[in-house]
């Protein structure tokens, strides 16, 4: 089985401080890893996604994440936040090696940036 | 290009009716899945369909169906409507369906259901 946790419900942080929401994953053999965001009234846009390879993975709007296979993790970061980055972020895993090919969101981290 | 689009975007029931939800995946994308998104239970799947067949169908109970049409289109039904099913109903289409590639999903802006 997979599933993703996503321990905080809610991250505030001032613009112009780095940001960083929490995603940790179980899958059985390897993941992959998604991260979307979700503005009001909106569906859900992919911000990047971890296959293989570098642990650092670069995506929309200067957002980044780092992939921790020994703390089964995988953070979305900026250096720098926005008030327009305040939105619902989530986290979503698929087991690669098969099982449940169907990725498993997370419940969401909503995210506010104050000016 | 048009992303994915949801018809209705709103919509109230009462208990014990039924409701069609539609939706029109990216053109060229022929994989559709929708999505449950509530505030305690976040985003939970509920099944997906690819070429008008259905390849993976999450726990949900009879009372939600689907299908979809030669032309990806597709729509959702949920039957004897309860005062729990009052959620947001997204869709997400991509080019293939999900066992075969990693590639993202494209969401629409889903339609708010609300049971009274």
């Known amino acids: 089985a997979q599933s993703v946790a996503q321990p905080e419900d809610q991250v505030n942080v001032a613009e112009g401080n780095p940001l960083t929401v929490k995603c940790t994953y179980s899958?059985?053999?390897?993941?992959?890893l998604f991260w979307y965001v979700q503005y009001p009234n909106r569906g859900l846009q992919f911000l990047l996604k971890?296959?293989?390879?570098?642990?650092l993975v670069k995506g929309s709007y200067g957002f980044e994440a780092e992939f921790n296979k020994s703390q089964t993790s995988f953070h979305l970061k900026k250096p720098s936040a926005l008030v327009s980055d305040s939105a619902l972020y989530f986290c979503a895993v698929r087991d690669k090696s098969g099982g449940s090919y169907i990725p498993t969101f997370g419940r969401g981290t909503s995210l506010i940036v104050h000016p | 290009k048009a992303g994915v689009t949801q018809t209705p975007r709103y919509l109230i029931k009462t208990r014990g009716q039924q409701v069609t939800l539609s939706c029109s995946p990216i053109?060229?994308?022929?994989?559709v899945s929708w999505y449950q998104q509530t505030p305690g239970q976040g985003l939970q799947f509920l099944f997906e369909?690819?070429?008008?067949?259905?390849?993976n169908k999450g726990n949900f109970p009879g009372r939600f169906s689907g299908r979809q049409f030669s032309n990806s289109r597709s729509e959702m039904n949920v039957s004897t409507l309860e005062l729990g099913d009052s959620a947001l109903y997204l869709c997400?289409?991509?080019?293939?369906?999900?066992?075969?590639?990693?590639?993202?999903?494209?969401f629409g802006s889903g339609t708010q259901l609300s049971v009274l």
């Open positions: 971890y296959i293989t390879g570098d642990n």
């Open positions: 053109s060229g994308h022929r994989s």
């Open positions: 369909y690819f070429s008008e067949t259905q390849r």
């Open positions: 899958v059985s053999g390897n993941p992959y």
């Open positions: 997400a289409s991509s080019l293939y369906h999900q066992s075969a590639t990693n590639e993202k999903l494209f």
